[in-house]
């Protein structure tokens, strides 16, 4: 069975564009959560989808936002870039929700903002 | 809101020998999930072990063993017979199990980053 995958794997923009991230869950699995890795701040959530409605939601600025859709893919947008950003973004799966058991990890999208 | 404090930002241990990664963590909940998070330098989350809170008897995963101390808010991680490929980045992390509407967000710690000597 195929892992969690995301694309693009990395990355560049600059200030003030907008970017969209990927994820493909493990098949069958129906909650997608995301999360940001930073040097400074560590992992952050960022939210958590279930059945296309978003069910958490971390404390990030209105520039993130996120969707899911009926098979159980889902986007992360974040618009008008800043430096502060440019973060390594993991996507997780996990059978249903809440996600109480093992979530599984994708590779993660290097999104470096110049 | 929980936290969820790793002390120790690197470890080293030699290769065959035992390393204990510590954890703490703050919640009013008393019903909640601990998980040990591995990162390779690959890059690829892959969860440990797994301790939910209501059970007494600590998590075992071969090599791997957790000891949870709740009163304590402690949730410590031994590996046994360290190998080269233990070498990566452990995060402690939190989950509410709250059924009544809780966030159930997984809250990690800052990880601690261990180092595996042939």
């Known amino acids: 069975k195929a892992g969690v995958t995301q694309t693009p794997r990395y990355l560049i923009k600059t200030r003030g564009q907008q970017v969209t991230l990927s994820c493909s869950p493990i098949s069958g699995h129906r909650s997608v959560s995301w999360y940001q890795q930073t040097p400074g701040q560590g992992l952050q959530f960022l939210f958590e989808?279930?059945?296309?409605?978003?069910?958490n939601k971390g404390n990030f600025p209105g520039r993130f936002s996120g969707r899911q859709f009926s098979n159980s893919r889902s986007e992360m947008n974040v618009s008008t870039l800043e430096l502060g950003d440019s973060a390594l973004y993991l996507c997780?799966?996990?059978?249903?929700?809440?996600?109480?058991?093992?979530?599984?990890f994708g590779p993660g999208t290097r999104l470096t903002v110049l | 809101a929980q936290t969820v404090t790793q002390s120790q930002p690197e470890m080293s241990v030699q290769e065959a020998e035992t390393v204990t990664l510590s954890c703490t963590y703050d919640?009013?909940?008393?019903?909640?999930?601990l998980f040990w998070y591995k990162q390779p330098p690959s890059r690829q989350m892959i969860l440990v072990i797994r301790?939910?809170?209501?059970?007494?008897q600590n998590a075992t995963e071969n090599r791997f063993s957790v000891n949870f101390q709740k009163a304590a808010k402690s949730f410590s991680l031994k590996i046994s017979d360290s190998q080269l490929g233990d070498a990566a980045m452990y995060f402690c992390?939190?989950?509410?199990?709250?059924?009544?509407?809780?966030?159930?967000?997984?809250?990690f710690g800052k990880g601690t980053l261990l180092t595996v000597n042939p």
């Open positions: 919640t009013s909940e008393s019903d909640y999930y």
């Open positions: 989808y279930f059945s296309e409605t978003q069910r």
């Open positions: 997780a799966s996990s059978l249903a929700y809440p996600a109480l058991n093992e979530q599984f």
């Open positions: 301790q939910e809170a209501y059970k007494q």
């Open positions: 992390a939190y989950r509410s199990g709250d059924s009544g509407g809780s966030n159930y967000k997984l809250t």
